[in-house]
C-alpha cells in the first residue's frame, strides 16, 4: 500500500512539473515567507524572484538550498547561486535543478547583473539575468525550443519601504512557448529596523494569477520564525545566522501531496 501510494505521488508531481519548470527549488528563506520575495535583496537566492535583487550584496557569496519535495526519495531538487560584488555592479552565477531517478533532469542556469544607485535615504536598484533552460531526458520526450531568455527587474527602496517591479522568461510574453510562460511581478518589503520584514507579492502570468504574503521577525539579530502563504498554501519556517552563515528551514503544505522540506545554507565567503 505504502508502495502505491509513492507511485500515485510520483505520477502528481511528474505531471505538475514536467517541462515547465515549475517545481524548481528557488531558495529555502523565500519559501518560509510564502515565495513572496520581489522586493527583498541581501542574500543571493534574490536572483530567482528579481534580478535586482542582487544589487544589496555587499561581500562575495554563496548560497545552497536542498528540497524534499513530497517525501519522495528519488527527486532532488536544489539551487546554487553566486555572487561577487565588484566596484558599482554585483555579478552573479546561479542555477536551479530537477533531477529524477537519473533518468530526467530539469535546468536553469543564470548570468546575472545589478546596480544600485544611491541617495541619501533613498536607493534604485536595476538587474538582468540572462538564462539558459536545458532538459536531459532519456526518451527525449521533450525539449526546449526557445533555451535562451532574460527577466529584468527594479527595486525603488525608500527608507524602510521597497517597492519591487519584476519580469521573468521576457521573450514568452506573446504566448507560452515550451509550456514555460513569461510573468510580471508586483511586490511589497516594508522592514522596520532589524527585526520585522513584511512581503507582499502579486503575480500575473499567461495562465493565471497569484498572491503571496509573507513575515518574519528576528530574535537578537540570530534566530528568526517565518509565516506566509503562498497563494492558497500555507508557508513556515526559521532562520539561524551568525557573522558569516545563514542556516534556512522552510516547508510548504499541499491538500493532496503532502508537505515539502526545504534545507538552505548562506556562506559569506
Known amino acids: 500500500m505504502k508502495k502505491l501510494i509513492s507511485?500515485?505521488?510520483?505520477?502528481?508531481?511528474?505531471?505538475?512539473?514536467?517541462?515547465?519548470?515549475?517545481?524548481?527549488?528557488?531558495?529555502?528563506?523565500?519559501?518560509?515567507?510564502g515565495n513572496a520575495f520581489s522586493a527583498m535583496g541581501e542574500i543571493s537566492?534574490?536572483?530567482?524572484?528579481?534580478?535586482?535583487?542582487?544589487?544589496?550584496?555587499?561581500?562575495?557569496?554563496?548560497?545552497?538550498?536542498?528540497?524534499?519535495?513530497?517525501?519522495?526519495?528519488?527527486?532532488?531538487?536544489?539551487?546554487?547561486?553566486?555572487?561577487?560584488?565588484?566596484?558599482?555592479?554585483?555579478?552573479?552565477?546561479?542555477?536551479?535543478?530537477?533531477?529524477?531517478?537519473?533518468?530526467?533532469?530539469?535546468?536553469?542556469?543564470?548570468?546575472?547583473?545589478?546596480?544600485?544607485y544611491k541617495y541619501k535615504f533613498s536607493s534604485l536598484k536595476l538587474g538582468m539575468n540572462m538564462k539558459h533552460f536545458r532538459i536531459n531526458c532519456e526518451d527525449d520526450i521533450t525539449s526546449i525550443k526557445t533555451p535562451f531568455d532574460f527577466d529584468y527587474g527594479m527595486i525603488l527602496q525608500l527608507k524602510s519601504i521597497s517597492l519591487a517591479y519584476s519580469n521573468q522568461n521576457v521573450r514568452r510574453n506573446q504566448e507560452v512557448l515550451d509550456h514555460?510562460?513569461?510573468?510580471?511581478?508586483?511586490?511589497?518589503?516594508?522592514?522596520w529596523e532589524d527585526l520585522l520584514r513584511y512581503t507582499v507579492d502579486y503575480e500575473i502570468s499567461c495562465k493565471e494569477e497569484f498572491f503571496r504574503t509573507g513575515i518574519e521577525l528576528w530574535f537578537f539579530d540570530t534566530f528568526a520564525p517565518r509565516l506566509g502563504f503562498d497563494d492558497k498554501y500555507l508557508t513556515m519556517g526559521f532562520g539561524l545566522k551568525s557573522s558569516w552563515w545563514v542556516f534556512d528551514f522552510g516547508m510548504k503544505t499541499h491538500e493532496e501531496l503532502g508537505s515539502m522540506y526545504r534545507f538552505g545554507l548562506s556562506i559569506k565567503l
Request: proline share 1%.
Open 45 to 116: 537566492e534574490s536572483v530567482f524572484y528579481n534580478a535586482a535583487g542582487s544589487a544589496d550584496i555587499e561581500s562575495e557569496s554563496i548560497s545552497a538550498s536542498y528540497q524534499n519535495q513530497y517525501g519522495i526519495s528519488d527527486l532532488m531538487n536544489l539551487n546554487l547561486a553566486i555572487t561577487l560584488p565588484y566596484k558599482k555592479f554585483v555579478y552573479g552565477l546561479a542555477i536551479q535543478q530537477v533531477n529524477l531517478l537519473d533518468v530526467y533532469s530539469e535546468n536553469i542556469f543564470y548570468f546575472n547583473l545589478a546596480w544600485k
Open 180 to 191: 514555460i510562460g513569461s510573468s510580471h511581478i508586483l511586490g511589497l518589503a516594508i522592514k
Open 7 to 33: 507511485i500515485v505521488i510520483f505520477i502528481l508531481v511528474i505531471m505538475q512539473m514536467h517541462g515547465d519548470f515549475s517545481g524548481l527549488n528557488k531558495g529555502t528563506r523565500s519559501l518560509g515567507m
